[in-house]
């Protein structure tokens, strides 16, 4: 699979960001992770389509720190999606400062039934804006 649904954010480090080492904290990355994905699914599917049809969760998510980042670096985000499979779908994400890879991430998440809360396939209509946009690159 293509990088299907790219997104990108350029993020700036606040001082309340920073944690005692004079570093990026870690949980950051956590929430930068968020805004990617909501802005993916913003710009790329809606949020509104989304939540009338499925809810979706983050089961995992695992970070790879590479290299410090400290307060006011500029900081490249960028986000996919790398692969689906039933109900999960797998993100990935990298973070970049002056063109060098600071970490990278990866996530699992699901779609759930909003009325059962059980798990339930990716919907077909973002399947097939997937595909779509594959074929387009």
Known sequence: MKKAFLTE?????????????????????????????????????????????VVPVIIRTEINYKKSVRLLERVDGRMWISGIRGPKF???????????????????????????GKPTRVPKKMVKLIEEYEENE
């Open 9 to 53: 954010i350029l993020f700036i480090p606040k001082t309340y960001e920073i944690d005692y080492a004079g570093i990026v904290s870690n949980q950051v990355y956590i929430k930068w992770l968020e805004d990617l994905r909501y802005e993916m699914m913003r710009k790329y599917y809606g949020w509104e389509n989304l939540m009338n049809e």
């Open 90 to 116: 797998f993100l990935t994400a990298e973070f970049y400062s002056e063109n060098i890879i600071v970490a990278d991430a990866y996530q699992i998440g699901a779609f759930l039934n909003e009325k059962t």
